[in-house]
């Protein structure tokens, strides 16, 4: 995601429900509790992209070839069954939930036959999440519903579906603890509603697994952040990483966020920059300026956040075909004093007292962002010991042609890049001492 370093409405009710799943269409009764007039986000008014050439809708395509229809239309149906504002919290969190797990067992074998489509695959995640959201969304209860609890349980369901209400790492000594991150899809406009996102692919291949190491096991715990400035804002990384750093029983040892960066080699980044250079996010909104700090949170003020990570026996360790760099670049502002005007000034030895940051290593965009809010909120929380870091993935690319969803080629890649950052996050904690 280092994007730098490249340097609605629907016609009746019932089809409202059409575009989330073939079982939920069929349920008309469950069509009367929908409105076709509610706002919807960029993100969720592209359920309705097709390629180019026209088609069905790609989204909630991808979302039938793995099986995800079922856990959309659960959801659609009980809305409409739903009493007061409390029952609709339990279940959109219980939804959330049950999403995120069911696409970590699918992705990790322990869901055969679910689908057509290669267990690899994030994409369905994101976009069964999608139509989830655009339901909650257009929801007409049959109580009063504040907007605020509205959101509330949006939020609920966001973050249940992105593993934030996991809770995979042990407690007490003897096992390490590591926490990832990975990220939705993004670029998505035009053919770009095909991408796949390598980072959080491969985040459900590492969710719950035991790693064996020299040392002992290790257990990882992951979670997908939403490629939205919008989130960040309200401290959806703070609260993943800050809130298991507090949990001093089963703290990790060591947190990685990772992003898709550049092609052809795997980057471990040196530093993160707290700047965030405007590029849009997936609402096609953009953010510029100094990195906001998250509300409830101790936070440090500096412009620039070292990794701790073992690079060096991450790269040492044989773990696939592509390169593995240690990236040293970083951007400060010419003028200090002005930061956001004049030049960026590109080194790669280290920050002076006083630079302010342009770029880190992996750019000003979300992936950036993700690194230098874990690891200053893992500073900020005295938690000096656990390790942090942030890696970029290859560029995974589009499947071949204009339009096919899928492909063997597309899909072999995804599979190496997953299997390689797996092997890489095996690498970094054999290097813990």
Same mark, same amino acid.
């Given at each position: 995601?280092?994007?730098?370093?490249?340097?609605?409405?629907?016609?009746?009710?019932?089809?409202?429900?059409?575009?989330?799943?073939?079982?939920?269409?069929?349920?008309?009764?469950?069509?009367?509790?929908?409105?076709?007039?509610?706002?919807?986000?960029?993100?969720?008014?592209?359920?309705?992209?097709?390629?180019?050439?026209?088609?069905?809708?790609?989204?909630?395509?991808?979302?039938?070839? =793995?099986?995800?229809?079922?856990?959309?239309?659960?959801?659609?149906?009980?809305?409409?069954?739903?009493?007061?504002?409390?029952?609709?919290?339990?279940?959109?969190?219980?939804?959330?939930?049950?999403?995120?797990?069911?696409?970590?067992?699918?992705?990790?074998?322990?869901?055969?036959?679910?689908?057509?489509?290669?267990?690899?695959?994030?994409?369905?995640?994101?976009?069964?999440?999608?139509?989830?959201?655009?339901?909650?969304?257009?929801?007409?209860?049959?109580?009063?519903?504040?907007?605020?609890?509205?959101?509330?349980?949006?939020?609920?369901?966001?973050?249940?579906?992105?593993?934030?209400?996991?809770?995979?790492?042990?407690?007490?000594?003897?096992?390490?603890?590591?926490?990832?991150?990975?990220?939705?899809?993004?670029?998505?406009?035009?053919?770009?509603?095909?991408?796949?996102?390598?980072?959080?692919?491969?985040?459900?291949?590492?969710?719950?697994?035991?790693?064996?190491?020299?040392?002992?096991?290790?257990?990882?715990?992951?979670?997908?952040?939403?490629?939205?400035?919008?989130?960040?804002?309200?401290?959806?990384?703070?609260?993943?990483?800050?809130?298991?750093?507090?949990?001093?029983?089963?703290?990790?040892?060591?947190?990685?966020?990772?992003?898709?960066?550049?092609?052809?080699?795997?980057?471990?980044?040196?530093?993160?920059?707290?700047?965030?250079?405007?590029?849009?996010?997936?609402?096609?909104?953009?953010?510029?300026?100094?990195?906001?700090?998250?509300?409830?949170?101790?936070?440090?003020?500096?412009?620039?956040?070292?990794?701790?990570?073992?690079?060096?026996?991450?790269?040492?360790?044989?773990?696939?075909?592509?390169?593995?760099?240690?990236?040293?670049?970083?951007?400060?502002?010419?003028?200090?004093?002005?930061?956001?005007?004049?030049?960026?000034?590109?080194?790669?030895?280290?920050?002076?007292?006083?630079?302010?940051?342009?770029?880190?290593?992996?750019?000003?965009?979300?992936?950036?962002?993700?690194?230098?809010?874990?690891?200053?909120?893992?500073?900020?929380?005295?938690?000096?010991?656990?390790?942090?870091?942030?890696?970029?993935?290859?560029?995974?690319?589009?499947? $071949?042609?204009?339009? =096919?969803?899928?492909?063997?080629?597309?899909?072999?890649?995804?599979? $190496?890049?997953?299997?390689?950052?797996?092997?890489?996050?095996?690498?970094?904690?054999?290097?813990?001492?």
């Amino acid at each position: 995601m280092a994007i730098t370093k490249k340097v609605h409405v629907l016609a009746p009710a019932v089809l409202a429900l059409t575009l989330l799943s073939p079982t939920v269409a069929q349920a008309a009764p469950a069509a009367q509790c929908f409105t076709t007039n509610a706002k919807l986000t960029v993100e969720e008014q592209r359920l309705t992209a097709t390629m180019p050439a026209g088609g069905p809708a790609v989204g909630p395509t991808l979302v039938t070839q =793995a099986g995800f229809d079922p856990l959309v239309g659960d959801l659609t149906t009980k809305l409409c069954a739903t009493k007061s504002t409390s029952a609709a919290r339990q279940l959109v969190t219980a939804a959330g939930d049950n999403l995120w797990q069911t696409a970590v067992d699918r992705a990790q074998g322990r869901r055969p036959g679910m689908g057509t489509l290669d267990t690899h695959d994030d994409r369905p995640l994101y976009w069964a999440r999608l139509q989830m959201s655009k339901a909650l969304r257009q929801w007409q209860p049959r109580f009063a519903l504040s907007a605020a609890d509205r959101t509330a349980l949006l939020t609920a369901l966001d973050h249940g579906s992105r593993g934030l209400n996991s809770d995979k790492l042990p407690t007490g000594g003897g096992v390490k603890k590591i926490m990832v991150s990975g990220f939705d899809p993004f670029e998505l406009d035009g053919t770009g509603v095909r991408i796949s996102n390598p980072a959080g692919a491969s985040a459900l291949q590492l969710d719950g697994l035991t790693i064996s190491t020299p040392t002992g096991p290790a257990v990882v715990q992951a979670v997908t952040f939403p490629v939205v400035w919008g989130y960040f804002d309200q401290g959806i990384v703070e609260a993943a990483y800050g809130t298991a750093i507090k949990d001093t029983a089963r703290r990790p040892d060591m947190i990685m966020t990772i992003s898709q960066g550049r092609p052809d080699q795997f980057d471990i980044e040196r530093w993160a920059g707290g700047w965030r250079g405007g590029f849009p996010d997936n609402n096609n909104v953009g953010a510029t300026g100094p990195v906001p700090a998250a509300a409830g949170w101790p936070q440090p003020t500096d412009s620039f956040i070292e990794t701790t990570l073992p690079y060096q026996q991450m790269q040492a360790t044989p773990t696939g075909s592509y390169k593995v760099n240690f990236d040293l670049l970083f951007c400060v502002w010419s003028d200090s004093s002005h930061p956001g005007t004049g030049q960026q000034v590109c080194r790669t030895d280290q920050p002076k007292p006083g630079e302010v940051a342009a770029q880190g290593g992996g750019g000003d965009y979300l992936s950036n962002e993700s690194m230098y809010r874990s690891n200053r909120v893992r500073i900020g929380l005295g938690a000096t010991a656990v390790r942090g870091g942030h890696l970029h993935t290859p560029v995974l690319g589009e499947p $071949a042609g204009s339009t =096919a969803l899928t492909d063997a080629a597309f899909e072999a890649r995804r599979t $190496a890049i997953a299997d390689q950052t797996v092997a890489l996050v095996t690498a970094a904690v054999s290097g813990l001492s």
